[in-house]
């Protein structure tokens, strides 16, 4: 009766954690494109190939994490969303006076599937649990410490004009598998992700209003 | 009895010694890095923002504190510009060769009531200097510093249609190799370009080797490639010239003199001669890449301070 409780208790603790589904800003950008074209991003990979990806982890073990590398430090070139659009649908110039960000190297985003969830301490974004230094290891990370600054610039938009300005970028993929167990039952499951951006690249763009 | 007094006393003198040896008081003074690299700011008004970065070992510093900066300025061998701080902004963290964590703070100023309508004021291996509350000061050189004055181009002869900077990869580290714009004149006469300005020290338009572009290159091609030259180098002397265009996309190409300057945000000052008169357009300063997190590995000069608490 006692272990039937517990493996039930167990079974509502997988079923909720399951349903926990996290993004970070990386997978909004236009296009991610990896340098070796055999790689993938963990949302492309086929359901066959994440299946055998968790096949791979091995057997049930009492405590802890099983992990695999799917990526490992892959670089990526990608287009970001357009950070900003300016439009003069009227009929004389107009200065326009623009607060921009730039990033400073380096900029860490994860993102996870299935039952593996993040979290945010600070404004660092962490895998939850003990996984987060287990895939830091693996994929050799270590964070630089740096954020954004503002900066403003003044630009003068023609009538029937619009101004846009995009990001480009660099930067370094991993991804993988993992699984967790307590008593020899699976407790976690998923996919996790790290996207590290090292550059970016910004351009304006002043095209006619059509 | 007497066990239990000896085991008291034992007791406190342990407590207070670990006590003592956690109560260690701080440093006697806080570490100040400042790092010489090249910038130029286009100023619009007097109300127009700029930052210089100081690294600090300490983040809550006195450096750090608004309230106790009493005066500022940015002065060469020759000139001198008072400025006026309006923010100082933790932006970030480095960590120096011998491990110590620096807070980087970035110090934004105005030109306190300077504004003058046309000009370069050119400051030489600048210093910036603040007086602190109680009578201490403070001067750290920040490298060369444009101040460009003026207001962001009028698109009444011509304007850009397309702006961004290509970067390639010069021993693994990433080097502005040149600026791709699309020019397009509005009345249909050729416009001739004279010069374009970056206003960085040592880092020069080779305006003579301006290329029309009939596809756009990636942001990290090489100028070699994109030029045609193998042997081309980033650090080959510039080629004087004009560009005259009525529509058109140009790869403008960049050398450095002497060594590679890590370039990431400039202003664009374009001479031009249109209907045989002279015009300048100017392009606000704009980030065409993410702030170098490390300049000091390009080469550029680390300054060391040290400042009693």
Redesign the interface.
């Known amino acids: 009766m006692k272990k039937g409780l517990i493996v039930a208790f167990l079974s509502v603790l997988v079923l909720s954690l399951s349903l926990t589904v996290s993004a970070d800003e990386y997978q909004t950008y236009q296009e991610i494109v990896f340098v070796e074209e055999d790689e993938r991003l963990l949302q492309d990979v086929s359901t066959e190939d994440f299946a055998a990806a968790l096949a791979s982890l091995g057997g049930k073990k009492m405590f802890g994490w099983k992990l695999a590398v799917l990526t490992k430090k892959q670089e990526v070139e990608f287009l970001s969303e357009t950070k900003l659009k300016i439009f003069n649908n009227g009929y004389s ?1 107009i ?1 326009h006076d623009i607060t ?1 960000s ?5 900029k860490f985003q994860i993102s996870s599937t299935g039952s593996l969830g993040t979290t945010i301490s600070g404004d660092i974004k962490k895998f939850k649990g003990s996984i987060d230094g287990t895939i830091k290891t693996e994929i050799g990370y270590t964070r ?6 503002l ?6 938009v ?1 009538p029937g004009t619009y101004v846009t300005i995009v990001m ?3 930067g370094i993929v991993s991804n993988g598998v993992a699984r967790n167990y307590f008593c020899w039952i699976k407790i976690i499951e998923g996919g996790w992700e790290t996207f590290t ?1 090292t ?9 006619r209003i059509r | 009895m007497k066990k239990v007094f000896v085991f008291l006393v034992v007791g406190y003198l342990v407590v207070g010694g670990i006590l003592l040896l956690l109560d260690e008081p701080s440093a006697p003074s806080v570490r100040i890095l400042s790092i010489e690299t090249p910038s130029a700011f286009l100023i619009t008004d007097d109300t127009e923002r700029f930052a210089f970065s100081l690294f600090l070992d300490d983040p809550d510093a006195f450096l750090t504190v608004m309230a106790n900066v009493t005066r500022a300025s940015i002065h060469d061998a020759e000139e001198t510009l008072a400025l006026l701080l309006v923010e100082i902004v933790r932006t970030g963290a480095i960590r120096s060769d011998d491990g110590i964590r620096y807070d980087e703070f970035r110090y934004v100023f105005t030109t306190d009531g300077v504004s003058i309508d046309v000009g370069t004021l050119t400051l030489e291996d600048a210093v910036l200097s603040f007086d602190y509350e109680g009578g201490t000061t403070g001067d750290y050189r920040v490298g060369d510093v444009d101040f460009v004055f003026g207001a962001p181009g009028d698109p009444r002869h011509f304007d850009f249609t397309r702006l961004y900077a290509v970067y390639e990869d010069v021993d693994g580290r990433d080097a502005l190799a040149g600026i791709v714009i699309g020019l397009e004149t509005k009345t249909g006469t050729p416009i001739h370009i004279l010069d374009v300005d970056l206003h960085i020290a040592d880092v020069i338009v080779s305006l003579g080797e301006a290329l029309e572009l009939d596809e756009l290159p990636a942001a990290d091609a090489s100028a070699a490639t994109l030029l045609g030259d193998p042997l081309r180098t980033l650090l080959d002397p510039p080629v004087g010239g004009t560009l005259s265009f009525v529509t058109g996309r140009y790869f403008l190409p960049v050398v450095h003199e002497g060594r590679i300057r890590p370039v990431a945000r400039f202003p664009i000052d374009i001479r031009y001669e249109y209907d045989g008169r002279e015009y300048r357009f100017l392009i606000d300063d704009f980030a065409f890449r993410s702030a170098f997190a490390d300049p000091a590995s390009y080469g550029e000069t680390i300054h060391r301070y040290e400042h009693l608490r």
């Open positions: 110039t200065k921009l730039t990033k400073v190297e380096t630089t410490e740096t954020a954004s600054e900066y403003e610039f003044k630009i003068i023609d480009k970028g660099r951006v550059t970016e690249y910004y351009e304006i763009v002043k095209e």
